[in-house]
């Protein structure tokens, strides 16, 4: 089977499914490769591009979260490190390690020195739980070692610090991945095809969806629904129970990048938040292997009421990241110095009682509908495949058939010889094996091995493999998701959209028309996203003059 939008469509008409998965973020993608392997007849719709929710947006780790020990969320922690480990063998062109300096600050009441005994009791129970089959253990450091995996920390307010160990991973190319494995093993996967309404039977069973693609309105037939919509859980929903109470609490979390000249930030780092009780992450990106590095900071975790299709950053989202990372470096960093931002939706299961979001579990609920519908919800990033599982046992419970999951042992699309020397490293630690196909799309033609924007390292022939192979319809598929262009270099981002919609264009057959309102439209998106945050134009220029 090809991961091939035309061929999916056809399918969605023509063929009758065990089940239909609505919602292509990580965890709908990971059910329907779940479902597939299992031998299910799966077909996925995602009503925009795949990823283009959470599941683009996320902080890109693949880890227990050392604070949930603290909420004790134990089995939580201890689930996400066995499949941290599992993400590790399965997709080792996208997981990378990455050790994390926790810093003790002396004074000004950020993290006192008197509980650096009780962080070092946190660490080895982190280790104990599952870190340690990473094969390294925590350590602590001194200052001086402290200083040096980060310089622009305060000397004189830092004192012996720690060590550990966690992951990481571009989320969107990892969606992106287990949906090409889903399709793999024969699932149909269509982006661009949202859900009108359910079909049922006169007992009131599901029997199928209708879904809307490229304006055509396709009846599919299923016997099971699984609905992994994340924050949209309870729309859908609505569509198979109208009375059904609301199970989602959105909580908004944005990130911030900057240059990363003005951090020097050797590995990650977690900053505790002034006057709150929450820490932040400070991670080097990079720039997927180009001549520039950067450092992306977050996240927020605030309540979120607003329209859930495209949350916004604020001014005070910025704010109060700002006022993290300044708190705890040398260096002041100004809005005029972010070049990149990015807002994303936790679809939290909702609490009987009212709570901060931050305090909220990250465990993920799995529910029937008497019609047939099998709603997940809630969890994160790294346990999505354990999501996937459970929610494909529930499946399996309605059709009678389909055995246990497989997935603990299937690797990803492009894991089998990705680290073959005749791929280009910048290519193998985001496209695995089929970095192959993009350098011979760049060496049959010089101008597709022309950069994309000079300062990142993505090539026009990425433009053209993400149109011909990885289901890319719009500008934004491309500078958002496929590559992460936007999220480095927003407003360079906007420049090359011309570029990109010609490239596009001549793949995707669009007219003039079409050409200039796909750029249009991305720079507007730019735009919007850039006054929400009350942030200044930002060139890559930055890059180039590190702080003295």
């Known amino acids: 089977m090809t991961f091939d939008r035309a061929e999916g469509i056809r399918r969605l008409g023509a063929d009758a499914f065990d089940v239909l998965v609505v919602g292509g973020g990580i965890t709908g993608t990971g059910v329907a490769l779940d479902a597939a392997s299992r031998g299910l007849r799966t077909a996925l719709v995602e009503k925009g591009d795949l ?16 604070r949930y020990l603290q909420q004790k969320e134990v089995g939580l922690v201890y689930e996400a490190l066995a499949e941290r480990q599992i993400l590790r063998k399965t997709a080792p062109h996208l997981v990378r390690v990455l050790p994390f300096l926790l810093p003790v600050f002396t004074r000004d009441g950020l993290l006192p020195r008197r509980i650096a005994r009780i962080l070092g009791a946190t660490m080895w129970a982190y280790d104990l739980t599952g870190g340690l089959r990473i094969g390294k253990l925590h350590k602590r450091v001194s200052k001086d070692e402290a200083l040096r995996y980060m310089p622009t920390l305060p000397a004189d307010n830092i004192a012996a610090s720690y060590i550990y160990y966690d992951a990481a991973a571009d989320d969107a190319r990892l969606t992106l991945t287990v949906a090409k494995t889903a399709a793999a093993h024969g699932a149909a996967v269509v982006n661009y095809a949202p859900l009108v309404g359910l079909s049922k039977d006169a007992a009131g069973n599901v029997r199928g969806a209708r879904v809307r693609a490229d304006g055509e309105e396709i009846e599919v037939r299923a016997r099971t629904i699984v609905n992994a919509t994340g924050v949209w859980s309870d729309e859908v929903r609505a569509l198979d129970d109208a009375t059904h109470a609301t199970t ?23 900053i505790p938040v002034p006057k709150d009780r929450r820490s932040v992450f400070v991670v080097p990106w990079g720039g997927d292997g180009g001549p520039h590095r950067f450092t992306y900071i977050g996240t927020t975790d605030t309540d979120y009421d607003g329209p859930i299709d495209d949350p916004q950053i604020t001014a005070d989202d910025v704010s109060y990241l700002l006022r993290a990372i300044n708190g705890a470096s040398t260096t002041k960093i100004t809005e005029a110095d972010i070049l990149g931002t990015w807002a994303g939706l936790r679809p939290l299961v909702a609490a009987a009682k009212s709570e901060r979001t931050a305090d909220l579990s990250r465990r993920h609920s799995v529910h029937t509908s008497p019609g ?13 495949r354990r999501m996937a599982a459970d929610a494909v046992d529930e499946v399996v419970g309605v059709l009678g058939h389909g055995g246990h999951s497989r997935t603990k042992r299937i690797a990803l699309q492009g894991a089998d010889g990705w680290d073959a020397p005749d791929i280009p490293q910048n290519l193998r630690e985001r496209y695995g094996a089929d970095g192959r196909d993009v350098a011979a799309l760049e060496r049959s033609d010089p101008q597709l091995a022309r950069p994309l924007i000079e300062q990142l390292p993505y090539s026009r022939a990425e433009v053209v493999y993400a149109a011909r192979a990885e289901m890319a319809r719009t500008v934004d598929d491309v500078l958002s998701r496929r590559t992460r262009a936007r999220l480095l270099a927003r407003d360079a981002s906007a420049a090359a ?8 264009a001549g793949e995707l057959g669009w007219s003039d028309d079409e050409r200039e309102h796909q750029v249009a439209r991305y720079r507007a998106l730019v735009a919007e996203e850039r006054i929400a945050g009350g942030l200044p134009e ?10 003295a």
């Open 248 to 270: 989602i609490r959105p909580a908004k979390g944005i990130h911030i990048t900057v240059p990363w000249s003005l951090v020097q930030n050797e590995i990650a780092v977690v």
């Open 372 to 384: 047939g519908v099998v709603t997940v919800t809630g969890g994160k990033l790294t346990t999505y």
């Open 497 to 504: 959209a011309d570029d990109v919609a010609t490239l596009m």
């Open 51 to 66: 990823a283009s929710g959470t599941s683009s947006k996320s902080s890109k780790l693949v880890h227990g979260g050392i």
């Open 538 to 547: 930002t060139a890559l220029d930055a890059l180039s003059h590190p702080p």
